[in-house]
Every structure is written in structure tokens, then in C-alpha cells.
């Protein structure tokens, strides 16, 4: 229902960026709990369950988000304690892979770039403050690394089939897709997903 308006081949994308997906959305719990590091021995204590799709993470000095809690029915309102990148999120299909994380309750980070304006209409994708607005320059490697920190999934979505002042049409997919798999595999992301 929701891919009604899409043309055709834009909505076959949609759905293989979906199936691509839906094992991190399907088993957030299963994913967090094989991600999150072992507590230390001090540290254990028996996890009390509050709904079927409860999981208590092992708190880890490394990384406050490795230790989010995934609760609730699933849907908008739950927390799956996934965290994802999303580049090139205010592009066509970049809305779409935003609303369907937002939409399964994973926080989402967007970077953008320009005028913010342009990207502030994904906020509503998720529920309050699980879609994270944050500007950042792709020419800059260290800015890019600091958009996958601490992420599980990266979705790289960037791209143009003309070229701008700031970027030649094919350099930019190439060098692009570069920086952002270089990032991800530095940041420690188990998932990368490229679109262009």
C-alpha cells in the first residue's frame, strides 16, 4: 500500500532494500543480543523479561548504543535497539528505507547535506527522537566515520546521474560508496547496504 505512487522500478528497489532489511528489522532482538559484547563476570545478573520481545543487553563500557534495550510489540512506538545510518536519505528511495526503519522502531541517523530544510520532513518517520537529523561533508572522511559511529547498519543511498558544481556525476557514486564502505568497515557497522 505504501508503494501506490512509486513508479514501477523504484518500487522493485524499495522491496529488495526491504528484503535486505527485514532480517535486521524481523529479528531485532536475536541481532542486538549477537552484537552485544559479553559482560564482564561481575556484571551478570539474571534479566527480567518485561514482554516476549524484551531484550536486557550486557552493559559495555564501548559503546552506549550497543547497550540499548529492544521493547514493546514491534511498530513505530517499540524500540528494536538497532541503530542505522542512512546516506542519501532525502533522495527518492531514501525516504522510503527511512520510513521502514522508523516505522519497526530502529534509530535512525541522517546525515545530510545542504539546507536542512530539505531533510526535515524524515523526522516524522519514527517516533520522537529516533530520527536523528545530522550535517556532515562527504568530502571529509572523518565527518563520514562519525555519521557510522556506533551504527549496526549502514545504507548508503547517494547518488546523482548529473553532475553538480561540488561533484562530477560518476566520481561522486564511486568516491562516494568508497568513503562510506571505508567508514562503516571502520566503525565496526555488520551491515552495509548500496544502492546507486
Same mark, same amino acid.
Given at each position: 500500500? #505504501?508503494?501506490?505512487?512509486?513508479?514501477?522500478?523504484?518500487a522493485m528497489l524499495l522491496q529488495r532494500a526491504k528484503?535486505?532489511? #527485514?532480517?535486521?528489522?524481523?529479528?531485532?532482538?536475536?541481532?542486538?543480543?549477537?552484537?552485544?559484547?559479553?559482560?564482564?563476570?561481575?556484571?551478570?545478573?539474571?534479566?527480567?523479561?518485561?514482554?516476549?520481545?524484551?531484550?536486557?543487553?550486557?552493559?559495555?563500557?564501548?559503546?552506549?548504543?550497543?547497550?540499548?534495550?529492544?521493547?514493546?510489540?514491534?511498530?513505530?512506538?517499540?524500540?528494536?535497539?538497532?541503530?542505522?545510518? +542512512?546516506?542519501?536519505?532525502?533522495?527518492?528511495?531514501?525516504?522510503?528505507?527511512?520510513?521502514?526503519?522508523?516505522?519497526?522502531?530502529?534509530? +535512525?541517523?541522517?546525515?545530510?547535506?545542504?539546507?536542512?530544510?530539505?531533510?526535515?520532513?524524515?523526522?516524522?518517520?519514527?517516533?520522537?527522537?529516533?530520527?536523528?537529523?545530522?550535517?556532515?561533508?562527504?568530502?571529509?572522511?572523518?565527518?563520514? #566515520?562519525?555519521?557510522?559511529?556506533?551504527?549496526?547498519?549502514? +545504507?548508503?543511498?547517494?547518488?546523482?546521474?548529473?553532475?553538480?558544481?561540488?561533484?562530477?556525476?560518476?566520481?561522486?557514486? +564511486?568516491?562516494?560508496?568508497?568513503?562510506?564502505?571505508?567508514?562503516?568497515?571502520?566503525?565496526?557497522?555488520?551491515?552495509?547496504?548500496?544502492?546507486?
Amino acid at each position: 500500500a #505504501r508503494t501506490a505512487g512509486i513508479p514501477r522500478a523504484s518500487a522493485m528497489l524499495l522491496q529488495r532494500a526491504k528484503s535486505a532489511l #527485514r532480517p535486521l528489522t524481523s529479528g531485532a532482538a536475536r541481532s542486538l543480543a549477537a552484537l552485544a559484547p559479553p559482560p564482564p563476570p561481575s556484571a551478570q545478573a539474571p534479566a527480567q523479561a518485561r514482554s516476549a520481545s524484551t531484550l536486557t543487553a550486557a552493559p559495555s563500557a564501548t559503546s552506549a548504543l550497543a547497550t540499548a534495550t529492544a521493547y514493546g510489540q514491534g511498530g513505530r512506538a517499540s524500540i528494536s535497539g538497532l541503530t542505522a545510518t +542512512v546516506f542519501g536519505a532525502t533522495g527518492f528511495l531514501g525516504r522510503y528505507v527511512v520510513a521502514e526503519l522508523g516505522g519497526c522502531g530502529t534509530r +535512525v541517523t541522517v546525515p545530510y547535506r545542504g539546507d536542512p530544510w530539505k531533510a526535515r520532513h524524515l523526522k516524522v518517520c519514527g517516533d520522537l527522537g529516533q530520527v536523528n537529523l545530522v550535517p556532515f561533508d562527504l568530502q571529509d572522511e572523518r565527518s563520514v #566515520r562519525e555519521m557510522c559511529a556506533g551504527s549496526q547498519l549502514v +545504507v548508503n543511498l547517494i547518488g546523482r546521474d548529473y553532475s553538480t558544481y561540488n561533484h562530477p556525476a560518476g566520481d561522486l557514486v +564511486v568516491r562516494a560508496a568508497r568513503t562510506v564502505a571505508r567508514a562503516a568497515a571502520a566503525e565496526g557497522a555488520t551491515r552495509l547496504v548500496q544502492a546507486s
